[in-house]
């Protein structure tokens, strides 16, 4: 070996024998290592796992690491290419081992041998501290034992003295000031403070009782212990703060925070006896609220009223009370109408305003002998005693009247509503949540009749409320079991009769149910829920199929409707991205159908939406184009291309002057704006020569092409690329 060589070899064994801590030495060790072959990277793999790595950049190949540590004579580094390995033996478990990485050449015998006894002394190294750690932690742990006896005799003294007050039920001030000295006496004249949130956890901290000199923790401590729920210990500039998470009845209620000068090494002790006083004032509070918890578990913190569960006692106990059949008792169930949209513009805590309102009101609706409650969210109930149903019918008017006139709520006037059911007690053994869900039943088909309405429950709702709940079950089934199929009908150029496109039209063919029209179930898909996946599944099957008939009709396009309830979907844009991306379709080649109705309720909604789409290269279009005017204001601010004239306006067999006058102006609107212009519904010749004089580009209709089955759109297709001026195909033949 070199004498410079042998040189940093001592200075190698000197500074992997002279570290405290296995980090230090194993560190040292790879870069001197390294270093004194000339090699790029370094590396410890020891227990599995890989340390100390040197030279490996942001990305360590661990794998590789550990394959070079079972033997593997080369890895390979991005960006560098192939190393030569040395793995040389920590002379411990086996597949620990000191690794060096060289990419010029090999390592020489010599230099493996000098790398083996570098390993070799880098392991006897790490065993030697291991050992000296073992026996200084034991030693203090024998020191701690010895001098910590009298402080848990200490502890338990002080904690059976505040429980003596807990159970004498003494002032919630003087229990706290005994916590908080008694832990401040414990630890050494600590400055402890006890921190409780006023309103709840959300709220801001003030000072229930701090005992002790000093400044006080900061109220950021113990927020981070209220909001991880675990006893925090950080460094402050005076020392060590500690902070114990106080919970009442399960929930954040505030720290018992310390300040102490110096931990003296005993942080985890200090920090389980201040968790032990935290558990006392636990305790304290817990007691303190016994009856205002009765309470509360009872009763609607924001209105007062009577919760669910109440109402279904209350209601219980008056139907085991009746003395015959003949005596009536009625069960409103009320339900607030837009009581969202207040919600979501003016925030929850005029939400909560509404909902306080609203209960007050109710309350004036009904008798003092009656019951009203919160059931929940905007749900409310009336318990009338002794009442026939004719009456109780009449103070659900009263009810509707009453909710409809407006409040004044965050400074503003706020218009809702209410729709009301209303059940009445027929059997002799009526039960309380049957004749809840009876009510519950009722409202939702005054809801489903018309805003503001009341109904009172007849036996034929409960079997439409089976069948809907039925019909939620068939729907899941349908997309689990792929009982959905998709049609195509084509949007034929109307100036020389071909294909450009497709839109796809879903079908549902029922095992139980036969065929159900789209009219019939996608509504329920949107009140259900499950509109999102449906019309995910629409656009992913209807991208597959034209990507395949774009091999022979490369500018094939696809149209596809959008529920609005896909809009609000958080990830709607990615979706449909991801759609393509798995079919292999172009943006360019994809269209989105929006019914005009959900751009002008929600034109928020549309610009944020459809514009990301939009710029992604997705086109959008406007279905049923002419039955909302007032959306024409916003045709140049959305991200439009396309515009489907409703079939409203040419369902006539000859179309009138003033049917051409409304189709021209839109023509006339789109060529303006630069939109494509389809008409939806033509069904004779005659119409297709009328929407050609009106320059009308685009058209679907039975006239043109009835929506067939996939295996026969190709066929279709190829039809449509002659040299037929007529531009119609035969809708007559089978699909």
Known sequence: MPNWSTHLLTEYFTAVNAAEHEETAIASAVERATEMVEAEAGAVVRDGRVIGAYGFGSVVPEIALGEAAAGQPMIEIPYVGELHVASNPLGGETGDALIVARQAEPFDPEERQMLQGMGQVLGLALRSIRVLAAERHLRAEKERQATSAQTRQRLVESLLTIQRAISARRPLPEILDAVTCGAADLLGGAKVTLMLAEGGPDQRLTAASTCGDGDSPPDSLAQAAMAGGAVLVRPSEQGWMIAAPVRVTGEMAGSLCALLASTGGQQTEQRDQLSAFAQQVSLALTDARTVEAVREAHHDPITGLPNRALFLKILNRVLASRGTMADPTSVLFIDLDRFKAVNDSLGHDAGDQLLALVAR???????????????????????????????????????????????????????????????????????????????????????????????????????????????????????????????????????????????ALIRWHSPTRGFVSPVDFIPKAEEFGLIADIGQWVLETGALQVTKWRRDFPDLTLNVNVSGHQLVHPRFADNVMRALAIAGLPSSAVTLELTESVLVSEPDLGRSALGVLRKLGVQLSIDDFGTGYSSLAYLRELPVDELKVDRAFIARAELTGEDLALVRTIVELAQILGLRVVAEGIENAAQLAALRKLGCGLGQGYHLCRPIDPEHVAVRLAATQGESPVGVLDHRSTA
């Open 361 to 503: 009101r109710l309350r004036g609706c009904v008798r003092a002998s009656d019951t009203t409650a919160r059931l929940g969210g905007d749900e409310f109930a009336a318990l009338l005693h002794d009442l026939p149903v004719e009456a109780a019918q009449f103070v659900g008017e009263r009810i509707v009247a009453a909710i409809k006139e407006p409040f004044r709520v965050a400074g503003r006037e706020v218009f809702v509503g209410a729709s009301v059911g209303v059940a009445v007690s027929r059997e002799a053994r009526q039960n309380s949540e049957e004749l809840l869900h009876n009510a519950d039943v009722a409202m939702y088909r005054a809801k489903k009749d018309g805003l503001g309405r009341v109904l009172v429950y007849e036996p034929y709702m409960h079997a439409e409320a089976l069948d809907r709940l039925s019909l939620r079950g068939d729907l899941q089934r349908a997309l689990r079991e792929g009982e959905f199929r998709l049609q195509y009908q084509p949007l034929i150029r109307l100036a020389d009769g071909r294909a450009t496109g497709v839109e």
